[in-house]
């Protein structure tokens, strides 16, 4: 039966790991100049509908490296504009398509999509989650710091997408996450109270940013205001601005604390620029395994059906 990548709890820990290894294997092999054809003759759809640089073009460049063919839909250009169901186009496009990944704001469509088509459909991002984002990180601190057990993973910011996602993480492997969020932006209720219940390490919902990442191994922070929230931009910037990831906050962790952000980042409010920049940073090489992970993934569900 055809499985979905809606949010990480639609893994187990073996799946995760098991995506960690070829992620990082794919890597290697990508590197080497090996041309890896496990997608040939497979054709992936793209629905977007909001912006995207990274998840767009990491799993375009993900389906076309490994043999498969992919198509970009813009929901702009699709029937969806003019009100076809949901339900309706993952019924036809699962009659031309062997996967899909969407971007969209409704996790609730997402779903209505997915329960209706008859092929693996993944999270390129909701209102809710951002579940393959928080696969390559994950594959990032593997491969930097060569574990994940033991280290006190810090969130710093707005309790949003890609925060739900980490306590999802957080739900099925054994991490210490640490999630600093001003009071009024802590996560959502029920997403955190189900990971807090299930958690196979420790979850610490703070505050304090300065509190939360003392000793830190890893700092990660994200937009103050995402996709859907842009108005709100200028009130969140006075809001936020304590939970700025400085210099000034570095110094409170270990020495060697990795400062990650899924990008695009906004110098000057949640990340400042010397710190984007600076040493501690790996939002390149995080970037990058985007496009790793997306083709582990890819292929886990192809073959996983
Ligand atoms: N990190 C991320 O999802 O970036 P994009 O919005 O550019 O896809
Ligand atoms: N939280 C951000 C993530 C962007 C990749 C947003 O949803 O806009």
């Not at 639609?10 to 960690?20: V, W």
């Not at 080497?32 to 995207?52: R, V």
């Not at 491969?143 to 033991?150: R, Y």
């Not at 999630?179 to 959502?188: F, I, R």
Request: proline share 3%.
């Amino acid at each position: 039966m055809k499985k979905d990548l809606l949010t990480l709890r639609d893994l187990s820990a073996d799946d995760c790991e098991a995506l960690f290894v070829r992620s990082l294997e794919l890597k290697e092999r990508h590197a080497s100049g090996i041309a890896d054809q496990t997608l040939q003759g497979k054709t992936f759809g793209l629905i977007f509908d909001k912006p995207s640089t990274r998840t767009r073009v990491s799993f375009e460049a993900a389906v076309v490296q490994l043999g498969g063919t992919s198509l970009f839909l813009n929901v702009q250009d699709t029937q969806l504009i003019r009100n076809e169901p949901i339900a309706d186009t993952g019924r036809v496009l699962s009659r031309y398509l062997d996967g899909l990944v969407v971007r969209t704001y409704s996790q609730d469509l997402l779903k209505e999509l997915a329960a209706a088509a008859s092929i693996p459909v993944i999270n390129g991002l909701t209102d809710l989650y951002h579940p393959c984002q928080i696969l390559s990180d994950l594959m990032t601190i593997l491969e930097k710091k060569g574990k994940l057990e033991g280290l006190k993973i810090v969130w710093v910011g707005d309790g949003n997408n890609v925060a739900h996602s980490w306590l999802n993480a957080a739900a099925i492997l054994p991490l210490n996450l640490v999630v600093a969020c001003p009071e009024a932006y802590q996560p959502d209720e029920a997403i955190l109270s189900a990971a807090v219940k299930d958690a196979k390490g420790k979850i610490v919902v703070l505050s304090d940013p300065e509190e939360a990442v003392r000793d830190a191994d890893v700092i990660y922070t994200d937009v103050w205001a995402s996709m859907g929230h842009e108005s709100e931009h200028g009130l969140r910037k006075r809001i936020f601005k304590p939970f700025q990831v400085s210099e000034g906050l570095l110094t409170m962790a270990k020495h060697d604390v990795m400062v990650m952000h899924c990008l695009p980042a906004h110098r000057g409010e949640e990340i400042a620029a010397d710190v984007l920049e600076g040493a501690h940073s790996v939002v390149w090489d995080q970037a990058e395994n985007k496009l790793h992970m997306h083709k582990a993934i890819l292929e886990k569900l192809i073959s996983d059906q």
